[in-house]
């Protein structure tokens, strides 16, 4: 019965019919001090719990009343010991998990493939990334997750690790065996960071991936807004077992934190808590079943494919049905062209587009309808579509992982020089190369460019290969560190 309360969300609404004149900020003062059009837009019900931590109202950064008890029922309904809300994202809640088990010097065990929020941990901690190669898949040219076994051998070279962090599931959908990996580092004491940005519906379906709790991991920062019903920048932290200490994740958390915390998004997250925990169930099948309807139809479609249960392998553990990726090179299309393709054609928004894929989302928001509208979609792309250019085939051989020099910290605030790539090799990078695909850093800040490094991304020019990351997009440039006389 707890779980159908929300007592962040009633006591905002109590605040706010209790109509008290409010001589606080912020200055809008339920809408009267606003642009009327925006005011109007928005909606007098939303402007009205727009607030700040007045004493009846709890803080963030020390919750003792309705923020602790709303906290306290996110934690029981996502089987964590602790939660903390976040209104700044998963980027903050992984920055503040990083924050929390490693210092400056100290090794982290990293996939590649990470997000920009864990190069930015990895610059604030001042941490030495220890990085596993992701499980590449060629044809779909993405990368997945990482295996246990390199996170068995890591940690066996790496006996000072301070921590593994492990994305789970990826932005496609695709998991490892985290259990096993939280298994292998508990083993050594060492604790399991999650980055579960995309997975804050799989604790409550049994069809789907373990939830990074459920796994027994001992941090996972989960974006609540992607996938969870809440406010796009309301996440939570989650963190279970005592290997690492709470007191110092809800200091570090606090400290990276503005003090204006939106009661908005507070009051999404306890409202999606009780959404989830006791209509989640019900609600994840019907998507699974409509995400899956929707695979099979496409499946059948000439030139088009979307994968599934025929990916599971030892390499991939389990998969998200709910993340719809439609591989579309077979086609003579490239992603980006699909993606236009759909918005021009049929007003339809898809959530990302590579060389190779598009990914759709398919939510508790979707119905039959809506699914229906995009395999029709699917259905005239795979009839109308003309090769209209050749797509590029996956580069055969990723470079060798660069050698770390600097910690990414200490390459960041290193004095640095802009430089023309071609004399970049043995110097000390300072910015992040992505090269799509397969989605992952070719080089890291601190890493010397090495020749293998080089020549990739002197092909991926060549092929006109999305790059992300460095100031310079065409690369003829690169920034590096100030060599020493
Ligand atoms: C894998 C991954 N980690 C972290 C994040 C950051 O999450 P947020 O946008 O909630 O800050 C994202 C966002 O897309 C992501 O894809």
Not at 208 to 215: F, K, T, Y
Not at 266 to 283: I, V
Request: net charge negative; proline share 7%; glycine share 6%.
């Amino acid at each position: 019965m707890k779980q159908q309360e929300t007592p962040l969300f009633t006591a905002l609404r109590e605040y706010a019919t209790a109509k008290p004149l409010q001589f606080h900020i912020p200055g809008h003062k339920r809408g009267s001090g606003m642009d009327p059009e925006f005011r109007d837009f928005l909606g007098l019900n939303a402007l009205s719990i727009d607030l700040i931590n007045i004493p009846p109202l709890d803080d963030l950064h020390n919750p003792h009343g309705i923020i602790k008890q709303a906290e306290d029922l996110a934690a029981e309904a996502f089987l964590a010991d602790h939660t903390f809300f976040s209104v700044q994202g998963t980027s903050t809640a992984i920055q503040a998990m990083i924050m929390s088990v490693v210092e400056p010097g100290e090794k982290l065990i990293v996939p590649r493939n990470i997000h920009r929020a864990v190069v930015t941990g990895l610059i604030l901690s001042g941490a030495r990334p220890v990085f596993l190669k992701p499980v590449i898949d060629e044809r779909l040219g993405i990368a997945h997750g990482i295996t246990p076994e390199s996170v068995s051998a890591a940690l066996d070279e790496h006996p000072d690790a301070k921590g593994v962090l492990v994305i789970n599931p990826t932005y496609y959908g695709f998991a490892t065996d985290l259990a096993k990996i939280v298994d292998i580092a508990h083993k050594k004491n060492v604790p399991v960071l999650v980055d579960e940005a995309h997975g804050i519906h799989i604790g409550f379906h049994e069809d789907l991936p373990l939830s990074a709790m459920q796994a027994g991991a001992d941090l996972a920062a989960t974006s609540v807004h992607k996938l969870g019903g809440s406010l796009v920048q309301s996440s939570v932290l989650n963190l279970k077992g005592n290997l690492v200490s709470p007191k110092r994740v809800k200091n570090i958390f606090s400290m990276l934190t503005t003090t204006s915390t939106s009661y908005i998004l507070l009051a999404s997250l306890d409202a999606a808590r009780r959404f989830l925990a006791t209509q989640g169930h019900k609600l994840i099948e019907r998507t699974i079943t409509l995400a899956e309807n929707a695979r099979v139809a496409i499946n059948t479609l000439p030139g088009l494919y979307s994968p599934g249960d025929d990916l599971i392998s030892k390499e991939v553990f389990s998969y998200d049905p709910t993340k719809l990726l439609i591989h579309v090179k077979d086609l003579g299309l490239t992603g980006h062209e699909v993606d236009n393709w759909l918005r021009k054609t049929y007003n339809i928004e898809v959530e990302l587009s590579d060389l190779y894929n598009v990914l759709c989302v398919i939510s508790i928001g979707d119905n039959e309808e809506t699914v229906g509208s995009l395999v029709k979609a699917c259905l005239d792309l795979s009839r109308e579509s003309e090769a209209w250019i050749k797509v590029p085939d996956f580069p055969d051989q990723l470079p060798k992982t660069p050698e770390l020099k600097l910690s990414p910290r200490e390459a960041f605030y290193a004095e640095g020089e802009t430089i023309s790539l071609d004399k970049a090799i043995g110097r000390i990078c300072k910015e992040v190369v992505m090269v799509y695909p397969p989605g992952i850093p070719i080089l890291m800040p601190g890493e010397i460019v090495n020749r293998s490094c080089f020549n990739y991304i002197k092909n991926a020019l060549a092929y006109n290969l999305p790059i992300q990351g460095p100031q310079d997009p065409s690369l003829e440039t690169i920034k590096v560190v100030l060599s020493q006389p």
